[in-house]
């Protein structure tokens, strides 16, 4: 496939969430990624983060198996593995032992709480992560918190921050000819996409009540409001320009609550007030007012409106894959374009690992 990654080869041990993810998003950039599950495992078109894939099966409770895997490993780039720590260990594929047998390897392991510390042995999931990284606290209602879907652990704090972290090694490897392992913990990323928060509470800019910050809800020009169809839009004009804009376009600029935009103490009024006005239409009706417009207002979409949206249509930010839509990938490159995704593939392993064994000694010549 092309793409900036074509002619890399990474091996993803079979499992869920942030794993899968990562390595979905280096076949989008044209690596070639062979999942190994265990026999009888079964996928379809709407095993979404699976596309683009050569699928294999190995019983990793057999001796010959493991070394058959072993044997595939050698032949390439990186490994995604996403095991409690310990198990590669047991299972006989500890990551010495791979990089003794391929010195350029970069393995790729992903965990909640990391390989090491008092939680690592420890179930969890994404919203156990997210509460411990702090992110969990500063998102939902005043009354609680609320997960916001598997996007801040898993997916962003997981899948997306491992793998940035095996492109880097990747270019590491290709410098020095040395690979390395990498620890990647979801709880660590997560708090990694805090980074920004956590400065703006060191300045004194933010506090720890929920909905009562600038970009928590708490602004009303921050916020999703009602409309008469029981539909939502959003608002976002954080400078002034455009809120006076958003102003002008709801007939209130020149009403006296709203001329101070950061003074906190007006906001309760403030937004009762545009809620107000935004149920007095409908969602459309608000679309055809605001949208192309400085006003920082879009509608909110559900997954079924999302891809008929004019700028996604436009753009080609969804796409089909054996009849399921779903996103594109991303980002855009001007040298490198990104192959549209593909289905995952079932083939069998022995004629992988000879391929695969093919193109290694041909590199090597």
């Not at 989008?28 to 050569?54: E, K, N, Q, W, Y």
Request: aromatic share 6%; net charge neutral.
């Amino acid at each position: 496939m092309p793409g900036p990654l074509s002619g890399l080869t990474i091996i993803e041990m079979g499992g869920i969430g942030p794993g899968p993810f990562a390595a979905m998003l280096l076949a989008d950039h044209g690596a070639h990624v062979i999942r190994v599950d265990r026999p009888g495992a079964t996928f379809g078109a709407t095993d979404t983060m699976l596309r683009s894939r050569t699928l294999v099966t190995l019983d990793l409770k057999q001796a010959e198996d493991v070394l058959r895997l072993r044997q595939l490993i050698a032949t390439a780039d990186g490994l995604i593995e996403g095991f409690r720590p310990g198990v590669m260990e047991r299972l006989g594929l500890d990551p010495r032992i791979l990089l003794a047998d391929n010195q350029r390897l970069v393995v790729g392991r992903m965990t909640g709480w990391g390989q090491t510390g008092p939680l690592a042995a420890t179930a969890g999931h994404d919203l156990n992560y997210i509460a411990l990284s702090g992110a969990l606290a500063a998102i939902g209602l005043a009354e609680r918190p609320i997960p916001p879907l598997a996007l801040v652990g898993d997916l962003g704090g997981g899948g997306m921050v491992l793998a940035l972290g095996m492109t880097a090694a990747f270019l590491h490897a290709r410098n020095t000819g040395r690979g390395q392992v990498i620890d990647c913990a979801m709880a660590e990323g997560a708090a990694l996409l805090m980074t920004a928060f956590y400065g703006l509470r060191a300045a004194g800019e933010w506090n720890d009540r929920r909905a009562s910050n600038l970009l928590d809800g708490g602004a009303p020009f921050y916020a999703t409001y009602e409309t008469a169809d029981g539909r939502f839009v959003t608002v976002a004009p954080l400078e002034p320009q455009f809120y006076k804009l958003l102003l002008r376009k709801l007939d209130i600029e020149n009403e006296a609550a709203f001329t101070q935009q950061m003074d906190r103490d007006q906001w309760p009024a403030q937004s009762a007030k545009l809620a107000a006005i935004f149920r007095t239409r409908s969602r459309d009706e608000w679309c055809a007012l605001l949208e192309q417009t400085d006003t920082c207002f879009a509608p909110v979409l559900s997954m079924a409106e999302a891809p008929n949206h004019p700028q996604a249509r436009t753009r080609g930010s969804f796409v089909a894959v054996d009849g399921v839509t779903q996103p594109a990938p991303a980002p855009r490159y001007s040298q490198s374009p990104l192959a549209a995704p593909r289905p995952a593939v079932h083939r069998a392993f022995d004629v992988v690992l000879a391929e695969q064994k093919a193109i290694y000694r041909s590199a090597d010549q």
